[in-house]
């Protein structure tokens, strides 16, 4: 039963030794471990508010993105509209210089038509003076070569003209 009950003598002994030893740790270790702990809490506390900062902090990028995202769209918009707009009056200005080019191209076939008329109706004129030139030297009955002879002749016929128109 001694294990039991233990004597008065290791009781003392055992109380003096914890005491000592509850002592000697209230003066040394338990400082030590109370600033450690203290400096843990202080550090959880600063990497919570750390974190609580780090968290508004994205927040706001998170916001800002948002708006510098909107503002990218307006100005893609923006950008896109004007590209159309430019890409229309391009089409326009294509369209009407096409149309005056038209309208020249014509302008230029009416004239050159017009020419060709002329220079086949002269061309026509000349076949036809070469022609009754001919057929009067058939009736007249012989051919005029030199100029001379062409002069002298149509002399001679102006002046029957002039004897007709007289009388």
């Known amino acids: 039963m001694e ?3 233990p004597d008065f003598g290791l009781l003392f ?18 400082p030590v471990i109370n600033g ?7 550090e959880i506390t600063n990497a919570l508010e750390l974190a609580e900062r780090t ?11 948002e708006a510098l995202l909107h503002q990218a769209r307006e100005e893609r918009d923006k950008i ?3 590209a159309k707009l430019i890409s229309d009056r391009f089409i326009e200005e294509a369209k009407v210089k096409a149309n005056e080019e038209k309208d020249r191209i014509i302008e230029n076939a009416k004239e050159t038509i017009e020419n060709e008329k002329m220079a086949a109706a002269t061309e026509i004129k000349n076949q036809i003076a070469d022609i009754s030139i001919k057929v009067a030297e058939k009736i007249i009955g012989k051919t005029l070569e030199s100029d001379k002879e062409q002069m002298d002749y149509i002399n ?3 002046q029957e003209i002039e004897e007709r128109t007289q009388k």
Do not use: C, P
């Open 13 to 30: 002994w055992m109380t003096l030794a914890f005491g000592i030893v509850f002592f000697i740790l209230a003066k040394f270790a338990l």
């Open 3 to 5: 294990l039991i009950t």
């Open 36 to 42: 450690m702990l203290k400096k843990r809490e202080e």
């Open 80 to 82: 896109l509209n004007e």
């Open 156 to 158: 001679r016929l102006l």
């Open 55 to 65: 968290h508004k902090e994205m927040e706001q990028l998170q916001v800002d993105n």
